[in-house]
């Protein structure tokens, strides 16, 4: 890191210069902003030697480079830094504070599901029924100081072996999303497609999870079997953002394809029918929810992806997206406190492909990113 305070005022308007003329060459959006923050920070060092306008900065007014003439103008016009804006203090007793102050409900069985399915759509219930598939609703909870570094958690800050790398992306490092110890869901069904222990730990490139998918670099996933020694991760620089730590709780459940899924489409090519089966999907998930709670938020392991587009995903995975499998989905969440989100209203997915699926290989997860 750069010791502006060490500069004096000659050294920090070169400083300045050099950034802005390498922010130029940045497409990436996270990359950018970081960029931008260092010569907001050369800006307010300059003005607070100064009571009026930085001499420094005024002197590049006459620049010969009309770039630079042009954004010292500018600067010398931006009002000192505000404090940061404040969210709005929802109540505790809000409606999207009640996952964090209560266990996960039970969810419809396969039977019950059947049973509901074939009263609404009577003639399409079987075709429908062959893609049923368990899933893991992920269900967050307050932030807990004694909860273990290997424990199953959104945000925060990583746990990882000793010597381990961070993921970096544009010379970003990338923020951590999630990790999940496997041991905490061993037994329930679909768990059988994951190892029985160890830790599965999600990262993603800034531009991805924010919704910049023309810049994006999509994520990185790592199993690490033993927990026993894990370690506090750092990143080579500090990262641009930390996301709300929130422990987590799951919820055994089962899970059919999108209303807006290819699958859905060919059994469902009337509008009518397909209204039906929206309705009975999103009754389907947040069964044993409050009235005033009508989704849990997205976020589960495996079953199938909810889609907020379509089922085009070319700008982030490799291959044709029906060789793919879900093995990760995130929305938005809360921790009882603090929000995270991705992009405006947005889902991350973690996908493996059917072979790496059977193989094993959670490091090949690739993240692709929704967002409305």
Partial sequence: MIDYETMDDAALAAA????LKQQEKIEHVGAYNRHFRQRSQILQMLR?????????????????????????????????????ARMPQLP????????????????????????????????????????LRPAIGLWPQGERPDAPADGSRLGGMPYAP?????????????????????????????????????????????????????TG???????????????????????????????????PMFDLPDPRSSIVSAILPERDQLGLYKCFRREMTAFGLPEELSETGGSKLLGWPDLLQDEDFCLELNESFAVYRLLLQLGGYTNGQDFAGWGPGGYLYYFLTDDDFAGQKWDAAELAMQCT
């Fill in 16 to 19: 300045w210069i050099d950034n």
């Fill in 48 to 84: 607070s030697r100064s009571a009026s306008s930085p001499a420094a900065l005024s002197g590049l007014l006459e620049h010969s480079d009309p770039a630079v003439a042009k954004a010292a103008a500018q600067a010398l016009k931006w009002p000192d830094s505000p404090p940061p």
């Fill in 92 to 131: 505790p007793e809000h409606p999207v504070f009640w996952m964090t102050r209560n266990p996960p409900p039970p969810a419809l069985s396969a039977a019950e599901i059947a049973h509901r399915l074939s009263k609404v759509l009577p003639g399409q219930a079987d075709a429908l029924l062959r893609w």
């Fill in 162 to 214: 000793p010597g381990w790398s961070w993921p970096v992306a544009e010379g970003e490092p990338m923020l951590f999303i999630a990790q999940i110890n496997c041991a905490d869901v061993h037994g329930m069904p679909g768990a059988e497609a994951l190892p029985a222990t160890g830790l599965l730990s999600f990262f993603a490139d800034h531009d991805t999870a924010m919704g910049c998918l023309l």
């Fill in 217 to 251: 670099q999509g994520g990185a996933a790592y199993y690490w079997p033993d927990t026993d020694n894990l370690v506090p991760a750092e990143p080579p620089i500090e990262i641009l953002m930390r996301f709300a730590r929130a422990e987590l709780l799951f919820r």
